[in-house]
C-alpha cells in the first residue's frame, strides 16, 4: 500500500521551532519529488515547500523561505520540514505529498500534480 505518514506536529509559542516528517512507503521515495503544503482553518491550502528526488533543487513559498528547510533522507524514505521562528500564521494542518510522475519537478509547483497525499499533522503557534 502506498501511503504518506506525516508527524511531528504539536503546540508551540512564537519564535519556537518544531520539524515535521513524513515517512513514505510503498513507492520507490527516491525517485519523487515531495512537497509540503498547509492548510489553515478557514482557508484553501497552500504551497510551503518541496525537494526534488535527490535532494538537488529545493523551492520554498515567500512566507517561509529564510525560516523553514526542506530537507530529505532517501535511505530512510523520509522527508522534513525544519520550521524555525514560527509564527501564529504558521499555524495550520501540514500535508506531505508526492506527485504523480517520477524524477520530475514543476516550479512552481501545481498541487494538481500531487497525487498522494498523507493525512496531516497539526501545527498551532501561540502568540
Known amino acids: 500500500q502506498v501511503q504518506l505518514v506525516e508527524s511531528g506536529g504539536g503546540l508551540v509559542q512564537a519564535g519556537d521551532s518544531l520539524r515535521l516528517s513524513c515517512t513514505a512507503s510503498?513507492?520507490?521515495?527516491?525517485?519523487?519529488?515531495m512537497g509540503w503544503f498547509r492548510q489553515a482553518p478557514g482557508k484553501e491550502r497552500d504551497f510551503v515547500a518541496l525537494?526534488?528526488?535527490?535532494?538537488?533543487?529545493?523551492y520554498y513559498a515567500d512566507s517561509v523561505k529564510g525560516r523553514f528547510t526542506i530537507s530529505r533522507d532517501n535511505t530512510e524514505n523520509t522527508m522534513y520540514l525544519q520550521m524555525n521562528n514560527l509564527k501564529p500564521e504558521d499555524t495550520a494542518v501540514y500535508y506531505c505529498?508526492?506527485?504523480?510522475?517520477?524524477?520530475?519537478?514543476?516550479?512552481?509547483?501545481?498541487?494538481?500534480?500531487?497525487?498522494?497525499w498523507g493525512q496531516g499533522t497539526q501545527v498551532t503557534v501561540s502568540s
Open positions: 505529498a508526492s506527485p504523480s510522475l517520477p524524477r520530475s519537478v514543476t516550479i512552481p509547483p501545481e498541487q494538481t500534480d500531487f497525487d498522494l
Open positions: 510503498g513507492r520507490a521515495f527516491s525517485d519523487y519529488t
Open positions: 525537494i526534488s528526488w535527490l535532494g538537488g533543487t529545493t
